[in-house]
């Protein structure tokens, strides 16, 4: 492929390459200043592997996921699972209700900020994505799915009594299906960057991975169409799917990618109102489930970061539960007053099309939740979660 290229496309590469030299010094000295360098990986692997090098601070974010990290590509597809209206975003820049699940910033958006790579990180669908955008990195996730590909088909189910299963073409984005989207975007970062530097972008950066809520909280127990497994069984095969995603992943490029584990799902408001009994406590059930596939998942990452199956990865496995129980366990050290209910309504029942400004009213202080809606954080509550991530894991 490299001899079909043209004289000035070359000479382009050349310059871009270049600059990214100039660049990965910059960023290592400034990386070195101020955090951890991750470690390096290993030298020892096999003579295919590209050489071993210091990791240099990830040029670029990229997220998978569901709606906990979904910046609005859901506005872009024919789905019901969006929020592209107030209050959602009411703490945006703008009082923009971008599709993030949220009043403000999501996870992706924090993380990113704290890398000192930007402030927020696009949707790859929908929007006008610039040069810059492109570069430094885009978020493929989509409320509702999971890492079981049935739960985007059937994420309607918390939205309607009997659940009906929606039409494929009106299902949210599966995990495969932003991968699908991942595709096409190296081809267009090849086109801007050229193919030595997309490559790099690619292999340096970070990837993260937020999903399997609803793959326990919705498909498994809430609707009937996984109740041919029991829980063991299907918890080991979302965490299957989990790990032939993140082998696919590593597959496009992807070595730094860090998974995140379930949360307290048993806690989260909408299934305190479905299972928690009148008074809406933590269904302790809905937390075991969390615990088991958590400990499952984490075994998994282990077996494969830096296997010889997955030669120069680094994969972590983060952990959602430890924190976000705390927080709800805990308000007063947090400076919340309510982490039952969400901030939106009655905060009991309304999560995405049932919390707008015609049906539900947002609270006065939201700072003041832990929950936005009965699904998702306040920017407050993931600023917190995401904080005490950092705290643990690093950069
Ligand atoms: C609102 O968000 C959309 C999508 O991210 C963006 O295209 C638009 O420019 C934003 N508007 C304002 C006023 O910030
Ligand atoms: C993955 O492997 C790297 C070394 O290659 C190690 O530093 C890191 O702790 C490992 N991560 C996990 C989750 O075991």
Not at 61 to 73: A, E, Q
Not at 214 to 230: E, M, S
Not at 320 to 338: E, K, S
């Amino acid at each position: 492929m490299a001899s079909k290229r043209t004289a000035s496309h070359r000479a382009t590469t050349i310059l871009a390459v270049a600059a990214m030299a100039v660049m990965i010094v910059h960023r290592t000295v400034r990386a070195a200043a101020a955090a951890p360098v991750p470690v390096a990986a290993t030298t020892a692997v096999a003579a295919a592997a590209p050489p071993a090098t210091k990791l240099p601070w990830p040029p670029a974010l990229f997220v998978f996921g569901d709606s906990i990290v979904d910046p609005g590509n859901n506005n872009a597809i024919t789905t019901l699972v969006r929020c592209n209206f107030p209050p959602y975003g009411q703490d945006f820049p703008g009082h923009n209700a971008t599709g993030r699940f949220s009043n403000g910033r999501v996870p992706g958006d924090i993380l990113a900020s704290r890398l000192g790579i930007k402030e927020y990180v696009p949707a790859y669908l929908g929007t006008e994505l610039s040069d810059f955008d492109l570069l430094t990195g885009v978020s493929f996730a989509s409320g509702g799915c999971g890492f079981d590909p049935l739960t985007a088909e059937l994420v309607l189910c918390v939205l309607t009594t009997p659940c009906v299963v929606v039409h494929h073409h009106q299902s949210v984005l599966t995990m495969d299906n932003q991968l699908d989207l991942f595709k096409e975007y190296k081809e267009k970062l090849k086109r801007i960057a050229g193919a030595p530097r997309a490559a790099d972008i690619v292999s340096t950066s970070l990837y993260m991975v937020v999903t399997g809520t609803d793959d326990l909280a919705n498909t498994y127990f809430t609707t009937p169409f996984r109740r041919d497994y029991d829980l063991q069984s299907y918890i080991d095969f979302i965490v299957q799917c989990a790990s032939d995603f993140i082998q696919k992943l590593y597959g496009l490029g992807a070595r730094r990618i860090n998974i995140a584990g379930a949360p307290p799902i048993g806690c989260v408001p909408s299934q305190r109102t479905n299972a928690g009994g009148l008074d809406r406590g933590c269904v302790a059930l809905y937390n075991q489930a969390s615990v088991v596939f958590n400990a499952a998942l984490e075994k998994e990452i282990k077996r494969l970061n830096g296997s010889d199956a997955l030669p120069g990865s680094l994969l972590k496995y983060i952990d959602l539960y430890t924190p976000l129980i705390d927080m709800i366990q805990r308000p007063d050290a947090y400076g919340f007053d309510v982490t039952n209910r969400g901030c939106c309504g009655t905060g009991v029942f309304e999560v995405t099309l049932m919390c707008n400004r015609y049906t539900a009213h947002a609270c006065k202080d939201s700072s003041k939740f832990l929950f936005w809606d009965t699904y998702h954080l306040t920017e407050r509550g993931y600023n917190l979660l995401m904080a005490q991530i950092v705290n643990r894991y690093g950069l």
